[in-house]
C-alpha cells in the first residue's frame, strides 16, 4: 500500500472549510494573515490540506475557551518543535489551570454582582412599598 502524496491527498477550498467550520471567508483569511494558518497557492486559489484544517480546529477551540491568538499561536508552534506534542501539552496545561482560575475568578464576580443587584433591587421594591 501507498502512502498518498501531497498532490494526492484530500484538499479543501477556502468555502469548504469555512462552511465546515461555521467561520466567514474573511475569518480564514485573517488566520492566514497572522500566519496562523498557511494553505497552499494555485494561482489565486487556495488550497487547504489536513494540517491547515487541523490549525483551523485548534485556533477556533482555543477562541472558544477564551485564548487570545498569540497563546494560539504558541500552542500549535509548539507541536512542530523537537519535543512537539508533549511540549504543546505541557503548555496547554498550564494555560488551561490559568484559564480556570480566570473563569472561576469571574464567576465569582458576577455571583457578587447578581447578589449586590438582588440587595439593591429588595431595597428599592421596600422603598417604593413605603411610598405607595
Not at 480564514?28 to 490549525?55: K, N
Request: charged residues 40%.
Amino acid at each position: 500500500m501507498t502512502t498518498p502524496t501531497r498532490q494526492q491527498e484530500r484538499t479543501w477550498t477556502i468555502r469548504e472549510i469555512a462552511e465546515e467550520f461555521g467561520v466567514t471567508h474573511r475569518t480564514v483569511r485573517h488566520y492566514e494573515d497572522l500566519g496562523l494558518i498557511s494553505p497552499e497557492r494555485r494561482g489565486t486559489t487556495r488550497v487547504y490540506h489536513r494540517r491547515d484544517r487541523t490549525r483551523l480546529n485548534l485556533i477556533l477551540r482555543g477562541k472558544r475557551l477564551g485564548f487570545p491568538l498569540e497563546e494560539i499561536r504558541t500552542i500549535i508552534d509548539l507541536y512542530d518543535r523537537p519535543r512537539g506534542k508533549t511540549s504543546q501539552l505541557e503548555y496547554v496545561l498550564d494555560q488551561i489551570d490559568e484559564r480556570r482560575a480566570d473563569l472561576e475568578q469571574r464567576r465569582r464576580d458576577i455571583e457578587d454582582a447578581l447578589f449586590e443587584l438582588g440587595e439593591f433591587e429588595r431595597r428599592c421594591r421596600d422603598d417604593l412599598s413605603r411610598l405607595g
